[in-house]
């Protein structure tokens, strides 16, 4: 892919590793197997709290219709009230996602029902009856459009609940900084090829992922791919002063409260120990980080 070329020009060797599913991607993290992980934001909140000390150091992106709440035909938010609903696990970013979508419509946990049902089976659990609505995203997504049903809410709706993001060990960031660094100066060219070259990386990505061009290019148009600029805003405070723009802070706090009162986590994080912004910073000033 384009992006291992400027992994070579920054001269920071990198293995990709793509295990089978997230939880197997996990792991390989918290024992130590990988230095660094693409994760969901919620989940380095919880690994955090758990003592699993990482660096956020990029964010990938903020979804937007590329997750999604489908249901029957012409259904609202509001109609969910005494529906089942499907999510990928409680106290999950799916589980975040669909209360952060019904307390907009004036709902609450104790109006609906969940169920525990991964994405790529939401249309057949759909299909059969044992949900009326469900969280969705990629391919399964599509299917179930094609099947017939609507999209009641998209991740659009709240900005920045599901956002994918870049995190390190703590330890390797403190000890080989000059090689984050490069990581980071080469995700950021990685995007500025996407932006002048979409076509063909929907080729490249689709062959690496063995999705179809269609559902790549689906998968794009449903998030908002953040680069420099867009890094710079979310990992500042103060961006959320007058800018219409969600910050990693601003929906942090929803998250964290929202593992808080579940008692999923003892207190609430200082997310200016998780969000390291040092790396986007050096490159906006054209500057390097050195080690030691």
Known sequence: MAVDRFFKENQVAVELIQPQNQTSTEELFLNGSVDGLCSIFTTAIFQNSEGVNSKLVWVLDYSGTGDVILGSKNMTVKELKGKKIGVEGLNTFSHIFVLQILAKAGLYEKDVQFANVAAQDMVKALNTK???????????????????????????????????????????????????????????????????????????????????????????????????????????????????????????????????????????????????????????????????
């Open 130 to 292: 044992q949900i009326d609505a469900g969280h969705t995203y990629g391919p399964a997504k599509l299917a179930g459009i094609q099947s017939g049903y609507d999209i009641v809410a998209t991740a659009k709706d709240v900005p920045a609940i599901i956002a994918d993001v870049l995190i390190f060990n703590s330890k390797v960031v403190e000890t080989r900084p000059e090689a984050i660094g490069a990581v980071v100066k080469s995700i950021n060219q990685g995007k500025e090829y996407f932006d002048h070259n979409k076509e063909n990386t929907y080729f490249l990505l689709s062959n690496f992922f063995n999705m179809t061009t269609e559902e790549m290019q689906d998968g794009f148009e449903g998030i908002q791919v953040l680069g420099l600029e867009d890094n710079i805003k979310a990992m500042n405070r103060s961006s959320s002063n007058g800018n219409n723009f969600t910050t990693l802070y601003e929906s942090g706090d929803i998250i964290a409260n929202y593992f808080l009162e579940r008692g999923q986590i003892r207190q609430l994080p200082n997310f200016d120990e998780i969000i390291d912004p040092r790396f986007i910073y050096a490159i906006s000033k054209n500057e390097t980080i050195n080690d030691g």
